[in-house]
Nanobody, 127 residues
């Protein structure tokens, strides 16, 4: 398993942008499918986006399609989430997650599809 550390959260006004990063330990980052999830106060954690181990396939929640972009840099062992046109309803703690898949095109879409998690980073969007 890899260890994951998120960063890049903060406070921004509606319509603004943020880029989250998730640094992964280990030398086999490129063998892991990765995902972003979020949890708003009083709500369950929900899927945001996922990317396959090689970066070929991506998947997004309908609520963020066209606004968020997931990407990865295997040379830096880092996962990213670029968030544009932020809305107050995007306010949440954002978590990155991983699952060993080897090579391939697998992208998860639920918490059960991933088995390692970061500690989260807070994103607050004000109106």
């Amino acid at each position: 398993q890899v260890q994951l550390v998120e960063s890049g959260g903060g406070s921004v006004q509606a319509g603004g942008s943020l880029r989250l990063s998730c640094a992964a330990s280990g030398r086999t980052f490129s063998s892991y499918a990765m995902g972003w999830f979020r949890q708003a106060p009083g709500k369950e954690r929900e899927f945001v986006a996922a990317i396959s181990s090689g970066g070929i396939n991506t998947r997004y929640a309908d609520s963020v399609k066209g606004r968020f972009t997931i990407s990865r840099d295997s040379a830096k062992n880092t996962l990213y989430l670029r968030m544009n046109s932020l809305k107050p309803e995007d306010t949440a703690v954002y978590y990155c997650a991983s699952r060993f898949t080897g090579s391939g095109f697998y992208t998860g879409r639920s918490e059960a599809d991933f088995d390692s998690w970061g500690q989260g980073t807070q994103v607050t969007v004000s109106s």
